[in-house]
């Protein structure tokens, strides 16, 4: 089934409203600020900019999809429902004793994140299921029922349940919920076996909970952006970005609003991925530099990397472990705290330290003069000549060198050398914290960094791309166009899809093929329902995942294999299988152990039709060069004199050497004196390193 | 090119990544549920004279101070002469390594252009070493398993195979802790190749005047901040449960200028059982408690570690004399930094937290068959668990939390699925927290069964069962732990003990100190710990004075 003619993607992120319009005659774009009261006014406004450029009347539009960092702001603020939690007597702080551990050593007035539900909130049932769902301890009706009317009686906006082992029989949270509803109907219940059926109660109870703390929110958003659509003449379904890189009906968010997390970010990945499968790349790294944050994902075979755990709402400097760690499948990324904003310092080593902290957009760096006064990196790139104080934002926010200068002294000063070194040493330092990043994070998935191709997109991302390139030794980079609200086109390339997942606790020895298939149909059944919501009758695909270890080993690692109907013969093929990606990950297997299966994933997804490929262009003729200017070449460590191109020029064939600035409105890209910069037909530019080209 | 001081931060910077790729890679292959689980790991870069220049920001303070005295044995026993490319050095020594056999260290030569020019390092905590296991119950450490001297894992590339051999011969897993023996030798090949990348990068053939930056910028901003501690002698004494009697450890801080000296004269002597401490580790302790007081912000190496002096006398139990058993020197290892910060608290009021539970609770069970002909098979169950952290100045303690050791808990679904136990209860433990302006941190309690046709066995290593966790400035005590069955049978919080199928272990985990006292709290904060259950109505009103108005 073709899609329809006339789509729009809505992006509703921290600072602005993103809008991308599909129509025959191409993409237009649009971006307002995001309304807090009433997000779903912005989106409306920023559609109709969008219509008005592309001259479509809003009737026409097919299609919304929507994502939003609505549900991530309502953790992070702690702006949810007055939520109940009913959990198995015995377990009432697990939510709240978390790991157990300190996420940062040394310091000895930490706090730990509280727990979204309070304990006075966190009720017991005394009841136990066994790990593989046998009855330890029965559930007493008489106590349920007290149970749900003491909820029922207690004033709540919404309940989580979530019971020990619930993931291998959900018996006692359906009996539990059964008699919520009748005691209070219309009261939203989530149930961990329905949100994150998956071993591991923390995460399993973190996950249900943070479903049922912003459902009532998400679910009444959802409702009044459906009825404001359909006033202002759109009749379109609406669909939303899940976590996972894919699109759902907004009944289902409504319902498992916690798969909205995230879904901003994903959009982006979706959006570089679209360009990886054009370009026929098979491993990239995308990397989306904004103000505050760098986002880094992997991106093979044209598909984001995805895991089904992540943590969500780092309190403390983006530091692993001081957030909450969710269960829901989730397009994996590394965000740290480096972008245009953040503020460099210097510590009590007398080194230059950048970020995690940000002047943000308001006051914003420095040279903005908006009342800014500490150093960024922004500040640092205009010192270094890679900003033009004129153009920077088309000329909407002129820059102050003078400022910048000012700012940076602070630096030059600590470390008694020039503001400019002192400029080199802060761009450098945020360029070397990006690149240990996406170094690492390669790394621990068992790959080799230098044979990727980078696809970056966001403000700042053209800046660096070319010093992170020579700092991870990769050849190749990509700058897509529409670079400023990729994450909304990316909506519109996204497959509808819904990762459905169990526990299921085996080793291979004792593989038993019949509860594997019982459990394989429930969960294919479960994601085909999903999807055929919103992709009627297209094809679809399978991906299955087997999250699978060594018995005696603690973390499992994705088992790719074939969606079928297992049967005994098999477990040579899974051991195989599972042998194969340990290998990959860590260069080795182990003999004479015992491989172990825990979670199951199947994935259902609708084919993406395949996008127009697009040939590399490695040369051509000379781009129409502008002035000249000069900007600092970190690998050289000098000033150079670099031409200055229009990205307009950079027509396909188009070629510039480095040294050379390509400037646009919304951002430059600094071609450094190592790398030169192609047109690419489908508006690309292509940095290809000068010793590869030859 | 001739690096600038930008470049050497840029350097210092990277060997941070560095040295945190290494420990991913350990982390990502090791089959030890504590160093996997609970990141109980080190490791680091050491230039040729065997100076820690920088270490992952990973793992238990333990390990990772005491990782940093062990590449200069190394040095000594095997001679720098007689280092070669593709060697890999390695060793378990109590008392040159990170004080008990079950932490394996391995050493690995770096070369560039076939020169030496530093050290790879990793330790990390196997899962079975022979002997008696993880407990404390031997009389020496011959007992406790078997100890690897100083010695190659493998010479010019060439695994030692009598080595491998005679480890697998003398352990209960000798897959994984051989593989583990892999994994360390592996974590430093792969901080090795990204070394080997920034010196080309970077042009430069040497580590030592990078060395010399470091240990120079931190040195600096560690005496930096020992200098604005006011000079003084600070003493202070804290009885603990010890094994067979009572242990006093006694700290007498001294600083000048410049200076710290930590001396741990007066402190009780050695036990006939494994809780002894060999000196590294305590010095590793009681560095991490003053490192975090007063230079938190100072990464760790040499430089930084080396203005904290640290003596405790050979022959006290901080100071175990082989061929003392050593088993469990984390118990009072973790209590050292409670006794340095008591001291260093009448110098800096205002700074430290009240004592806390501290000594993590770990517990090793061993679940059998009741009927051996049944055919059901044993498991081996190994557990973290945390109590309450003390008050601190403006801010309650934590619940259930480790302080000072760094590891984490495991999933109690997926523990189930390790072993046939159940485990009833792991909450926390109401009105557990020492009384307070600021509250201590709730223990927690836990509740074992065996599963039917089982029994099982339990290492007990709990402290803070008899001496609780005191209060600071006037902050009431945290609650003592208890080791018990839930039909009231109270057990020996250390050493081996059976649990018969059908009956339940109950362990409560000790609460931490309060801090200021108690009428000074609050009353919101009481009313909300009172709705919370977190105290009980009695605490409320004979503590707080809190009569619910």
Not at chain 1, 174 to 182: C, P, V, Y
Not at chain 1, 331 to 354: C, K, P
Not at chain 2, 458 to 480: I, L, S
Request: aromatic share 6%; with cysteine.
């Amino acid at each position: 089934m073709p899609l329809p003619d006339i789509r729009v993607g809505v992006d509703i992120g921290g600072t602005f409203t993103d809008v991308a319009l599909q129509t025959p005659a191409g993409l237009s774009t649009g971006k307002v600020l995001t309304d807090y009261a009433e997000p779903e006014r912005a989106i409306l406004a920023a559609i109709e900019v969008a219509a008005g450029q592309a001259g479509v009347a809003l009737g026409e539009i097919a299609q919304v999809i929507h994502g939003t960092t609505l549900v991530t702001n309502a953790l992070i603020q702690r702006r949810g429902a007055r939520t109940a939690f009913i959990t198995t007597e015995g377990f009432r702080d697990v939510i709240e004793m978390r790991s157990e551990n300190r996420f940062e050593q040394y310091d000895l007035n930490l706090e730990l994140p509280r727990p979204l539900v309070p304990r006075k909130d966190r009720f017991t049932l005394n009841e136990r299921m066994g790990p593989t769902g046998e009855v330890l301890l029965a559930l007493e009706e008489a106590e349920v029922r007290a149970m749900a009317d003491r909820i029922a009686g207690g004033g709540y906006e919404a309940v989580a349940i979530g019971l020990m082992h619930a993931y291998a029989n959900d018996a006692h949270e359906r009996a539990m919920a059964r008699a919520l509803s009748e005691a209070a109907p219309g009261l939203p219940i989530s149930l961990s076996s329905v949100i994150s059926p998956q071993m591991r109660e923390l995460q399993r109870f973190n996950t249900v909970v943070a479903n049922a703390y912003v459902q009532p929110q998400v679910a009444g958003y959802l409702s009044r952006l459906v009825e404001r659509l359909r006033g202002a003449g759109i009749a379109a379904p609406v669909f939303l970005m899940h976590s996972g890189g894919g699109l759902i009906t907004v009944e289902t968010a409504a319902q498992q609003p916690v798969r909205l997390l995230e879904s901003g970010p994903a959009g982006g990945a979706i959006y570089a991925a679209d360009y990886a499968r054009a370009h026929g790349l098979d491993k990239v790294l995308s990397f989306d530099m904004g103000g505050t944050t760098a986002k880094i994902c992997l991106i093979e075979d044209g598909t984001p990397k995805t895991a089904n755990t992540f943590e969500v709402a780092r309190t403390y400097r983006f530091k692993k472990g001081s957030g909450m760690t969710v269960s829901t499948p989730v397009v994996e990324m590394v965000e740290i705290g480096a972008g245009g904003g953040s503020i460099a310092s210097v510590d009590q080593m007398g080194r230059i330290q950048v970020g995690p902290q940000s002047a943000g957009s308001e006051p914003g760096p420095a040279c903005y003069q908006r009342g800014g006064t500490e150093p960024t990196v922004t500040d640092a790139n205009l010192l270094l000549g890679r900003l033009d104080p004129e153009t920077f934002a088309g000329g909407a926010i002129p820059l102050s060198t003078d400022k910048a200068e000012t700012a940076l002294q602070t630096i030059a000063a600590a470390e008694a050398i020039t503001s400019p070194e002192a400029a080199f040493g802060v761009t450098e330092m945020v360029d070397e914290n990006m690149a240990n990043a996406a170094r690492v994070h390669t790394v621990e998935n068992g790959r080799d960094i230098e044979q990727f191709t980078m696809i970056a997109f966001g403000g700042g991302a053209p800046l660096h791309a070319c010093r992170q390139c020579e700092k991870l030794g990769i050849d190749l980079a990509l700058i897509p166009p529409g670079a400023g609200v990729g994450s909304a086109i990316g909506f519109l390339r996204a497959p509808f899809s819904y990762e459905a997942t169990r526990g299921l606790f085996q080793t291979l020895d004792g593989f038993d093929p019949a509860a594997v298939n019982a459990a394989l149909e429930g969960m294919e059944a479960e994601a085909r329902t999903f999807v055929e919501a919103g992709a009627r009758g297209e094809r679809t695909a399978e991906k299955l995942i087997a999250y699978m270890r060594y018995k005696g080993q603690g973390w499992e690692i994705p088992v790719p294999l074939p969606h079928k109907r297992f049967d005994g013969a098999d477990v040579p093929d899974i051991r195989d299988a599972f042998e194969t990606a340990y290998r990959t990950l860590f260069g080795r297997i182990i003999e004479g152990l015992q491989p172990e299966i825990t979670n199951w994933s199947l994935t259902v997804a609708t084919v993406l039709p395949d996008p127009v490929g697009v040939t590399r262009i490695d040369s051509g003729s000379p781009a129409a060069a502008g002035r000249t200017r000069r900007f600092f070449d970190a690998a050289l460590r000098c000033d150079v004199e670099a031409v200055e191109v229009e990205r307009t020029a950079m027509v396909p064939g188009a070629v510039i050497d480095g040294p050379a600035i390509i400037v646009e409105p919304e951002t430059s890209t600094i071609v450094t004196s190592a790398y030169r910069a192609v047109g690419q037909a489908d508006g690309c530019l292509l940095l290809l390193r000068k010793e590869i080209v030859s | 090119m001739t690096p600038t001081a930008i470049d050497y931060q840029i350097m210092w910077n990277r060997l941070i990544a560095v040295v945190e790729e290494q420990a991913t890679t350990l982390i990502r292959t090791a089959f030890s549920t504590s160093v996997r689980e609970a990141g109980d790991l080190s490791a680091g870069l050491f230039d040729r004279q065997g100076r820690m220049m920088a270490q992952a920001v990973t793992g238990t303070p333990g390990h990772v101070n005491a990782m940093a005295e062990s590449v200069t044995h190394f040095i000594r026993e095997i001679g720098l002469q007689h280092l070669y490319e593709g060697d890999v050095l390695i060793t378990n020594d109590p008392w040159m390594g990170t004080g008990h056999l079950h932490d394996i260290t391995v050493v690995t030569p770096v070369f560039r252009k076939g020169v030496h020019i530093g050290f790879f390092a990793c330790t990390a905590h196997v899962v079975d070493i022979g002997g008696r296991g993880f407990g404390p119950d031997a009389g020496e450490v011959f007992e406790e398993g078997l100890l690897i001297p100083i010695s190659k894992f493998a010479e010019r590339g060439e695994v030692n195979a009598f080595l491998i051999k005679m480890v697998r011969a003398n352990v209960r897993t000798p897959d994984q802790t051989v593989g583990d023996m892999y994994s360390l030798a592996a974590c430093n090949e792969a901080g090795n190749r990204r070394l080997q990348a920034m010196l080309d990068e970077f042009g430069i053939d040497g580590l030592d005047s990078l060395s010399d930056f470091i240990m120079v910028a931190s040195e600096r901003a560690t005496r930096e901040a020992i200098a604005r501690v006011p000079a003084g002698t600070y003493r202070n004494t804290m009885r603990v449960d010890g094994f067979e009697a009572p242990i006093d450890i006694v700290v007498t801080l001294k600083v000048e200028g410049e200076r710290l000296i930590a001396d741990f004269d007066g402190t009780s002597g050695m036990s006939a059982f494994g809780v002894n401490v060999p000196e590294v580790y305590t010095r590793a302790y009681a560095c991490y408690g003053l490192k975090c007081a007063i230079a938190p912000q100072v990464p760790n190496n040499t430089g930084s570690l080396l203005p904290f002096e640290i003596i405790a006398r050979e022959g006290s139990i901080l100071a175990a004399r082989r061929p003392a058993p050593v088993s469990i020197r984390h118990v009072l290892g973790h209590l050292v930094p409670d006794v340095v910060l008591g001291a260093l608290h009448q110098a800096l009021p205002g700074v430290v937290p009240a004592e806390g539970s501290s000594a993590l609770w770990n517990i090793q069970i061993s679940a059998r068959a009741t009927d051996p002909d049944s055919g059901l098979p044993g498991a081996e169950i190994l557990m973290f668990n945390s109590g309450g952290t003390g008050a601190r100045p403006a801010t309650d303690g934590l619940s259930a939390t480790a302080f000072p050791s760094g590891v984490s808990t495991m999933s109690v679904e997926a523990t189930e699925h390790v072993g046939p136990i159940i485990i009833w209860r792991k909450d926390l433990r109401e009105g557990s927290g020492g009384a307070g302006t600021m509250r201590g941190g709730l223990g927690q309690v836990i509740e074992i069964e065996a599963r039917d046709g089982y029994a099982f066995w339990f290492n007990a290593m709990f402290d803070r069962v008899v001496h609780p966790a005191r209060g600071r400035e006037g902050g009431g005590t945290g609650a003592r732990g208890r080791v018990e069955l839930t039909d009231g049978t109270v057990l020996k919080p250390k050493g081996r003990q059976k649990v018969a199928g059908g009956k339940r272990l109950r362990l409560s985990l000790p609460g931490g100190g309060g801090y200021g006292p108690p009428e000074g709290r609050a009353r919101a904060s009481v009313a909300a710990d009172l709705e919370a259950d977190l105290i009980t109505g009695k605490q409320a009103r004979d503590d707080y004075g809190y009569d619910g108005d």
